[in-house]
């Protein structure tokens, strides 16, 4: 029993570890895009503790950059409320996709873990189930893993942004280096990581070809919710289809 | 008001972190809703992408174009580091 124990809690363990590893070479990306966040949030007049509270609190970089892009002083609370909204509603779809596989653990620890669900750690962990799965390891959830992931985010995030905060007159322009590149160079690679067939994939197609459009001819962040929403549609279509 | 506007995008965000996972949890889900399911990862990253792809700077596609190409081979710190030194390269030239 006692070794049982002993047994799970390396395991565990290693499982933690295999997540900041994994996590580690995206936060090449991840680090610049905080500065950069960061040091808008400061040119907007928030001060220094406020950065780290909203990046700290919020944790998901898309709807931060948008709320900093619509700034005022005083903020317009529910525009950005309502824009958080937006550019975050691809979390509810993200958190139904990874439900069932979840479903073995209990509430009071799946609601705390969701706090820390971003983009990256998400795709990371369903790849890795997937895997896991395939390999006959049950669950395929490794809670472990997707936790050393979300730490090397989320502490990433809150240093980078207050860095940023901090630094933020000083710095130059990031896309001089070419470090926004990071973040599409980090989704493709975890797109590759997903990839199935060409057929399972065409949602993907349209996804990308509504999403771009749209972002070309509507203001804002309706982009993410049209571009998914046109992929789940031809996914629900392709999936009445004989094969 | 900062505060304010600050507690509320995380009462927000965290909301939607929430529902799909309380709102689905212990459902069975047809055939046909698990394929929405599967597609709905890709759909989403490359959603939240797409601005580069139609973007009107050719330094900005071209390293685009490579770092798709990069990333169909290649483990993801290089695909990164291909993609900023490619962007880096192609705004320093064309730019």
């Given at each position: 029993m006692n070794t049982d124990v002993k047994t799970r809690g390396h395991a565990r363990n290693t499982e933690f570890r295999r997540g900041l590893r994994a996590a580690l070479p995206i936060t090449l990306g991840v680090a610049p895009a905080g500065l950069v966040l960061g040091a808008q949030a400061a040119q907007k007049g928030l001060t220094i503790l406020e950065v780290p509270l909203m990046t700290g609190l919020n944790f998901a970089g898309g709807s931060e950059f948008a709320a900093i892009g619509l700034w005022t002083s005083p903020p317009h609370i529910l525009l950005i409320a309502a824009v958080t909204f937006l550019v975050n509603s691809r979390h509810i779809l993200m958190g139904a996709a990874l439900a069932p596989l979840i479903q073995h653990l209990p509430r009071r620890i799946a609601f705390p873990a969701l706090f820390l669900m971003c983009d990256e750690s998400w795709a990371m962990a369903l790849t890795d189930t997937e895997q896991r799965g395939a390999a006959g390891?049950?669950?395929?959830?490794?809670l472990p893993y997707y936790l050393g992931i979300s730490v090397v985010f989320y502490v990433t995030w809150v240093i980078f942004t207050t860095l940023g905060g901090a630094s933020g007159p000083v710095l130059g322009d990031l896309r001089t280096y070419g470090l926004d590149m990071a973040f599409p160079a980090i989704f493709l690679v975890l797109l590759r990581g997903l990839w199935k067939s060409a057929r399972g994939s065409l949602p993907w197609m349209i996804s990308l070809m509504a999403a771009g459009l749209t972002y070309k001819l509507v203001p804002g962040a309706w982009y993410v919710v049209a571009g998914a929403l046109a992929g789940l549609s031809a996914a629900y279509v392709l999936a009445g289809k004989p094969q | 008001m900062t505060l304010l506007a600050i507690l509320l995008m995380a009462a927000v965000t965290y909301t939607t972190r929430i529902i799909g996972y309380a709102g689905l949890r212990n459902r069975d889900l047809s055939p046909r809703a698990l394929a929405v399911m599967e597609a709905a990862p890709g759909c989403v990253l490359i959603s939240v992408i797409a601005p580069r792809f139609v973007s009107n700077d050719p330094a900005d596609l071209i390293a685009l174009a490579v770092t798709v190409s990069a990333a169909i081979r290649l483990p993801m710190l290089p695909t990164v580091l291909i993609g900023a030194g490619t962007a880096a390269l192609g705004r320093h030239l064309l730019g």
């Amino acid at each position: 029993m006692n070794t049982d124990v002993k047994t799970r809690g390396h395991a565990r363990n290693t499982e933690f570890r295999r997540g900041l590893r994994a996590a580690l070479p995206i936060t090449l990306g991840v680090a610049p895009a905080g500065l950069v966040l960061g040091a808008q949030a400061a040119q907007k007049g928030l001060t220094i503790l406020e950065v780290p509270l909203m990046t700290g609190l919020n944790f998901a970089g898309g709807s931060e950059f948008a709320a900093i892009g619509l700034w005022t002083s005083p903020p317009h609370i529910l525009l950005i409320a309502a824009v958080t909204f937006l550019v975050n509603s691809r979390h509810i779809l993200m958190g139904a996709a990874l439900a069932p596989l979840i479903q073995h653990l209990p509430r009071r620890i799946a609601f705390p873990a969701l706090f820390l669900m971003c983009d990256e750690s998400w795709a990371m962990a369903l790849t890795d189930t997937e895997q896991r799965g395939a390999a006959g390891m049950r669950p395929g959830f490794s809670l472990p893993y997707y936790l050393g992931i979300s730490v090397v985010f989320y502490v990433t995030w809150v240093i980078f942004t207050t860095l940023g905060g901090a630094s933020g007159p000083v710095l130059g322009d990031l896309r001089t280096y070419g470090l926004d590149m990071a973040f599409p160079a980090i989704f493709l690679v975890l797109l590759r990581g997903l990839w199935k067939s060409a057929r399972g994939s065409l949602p993907w197609m349209i996804s990308l070809m509504a999403a771009g459009l749209t972002y070309k001819l509507v203001p804002g962040a309706w982009y993410v919710v049209a571009g998914a929403l046109a992929g789940l549609s031809a996914a629900y279509v392709l999936a009445g289809k004989p094969q | 008001m900062t505060l304010l506007a600050i507690l509320l995008m995380a009462a927000v965000t965290y909301t939607t972190r929430i529902i799909g996972y309380a709102g689905l949890r212990n459902r069975d889900l047809s055939p046909r809703a698990l394929a929405v399911m599967e597609a709905a990862p890709g759909c989403v990253l490359i959603s939240v992408i797409a601005p580069r792809f139609v973007s009107n700077d050719p330094a900005d596609l071209i390293a685009l174009a490579v770092t798709v190409s990069a990333a169909i081979r290649l483990p993801m710190l290089p695909t990164v580091l291909i993609g900023a030194g490619t962007a880096a390269l192609g705004r320093h030239l064309l730019g």
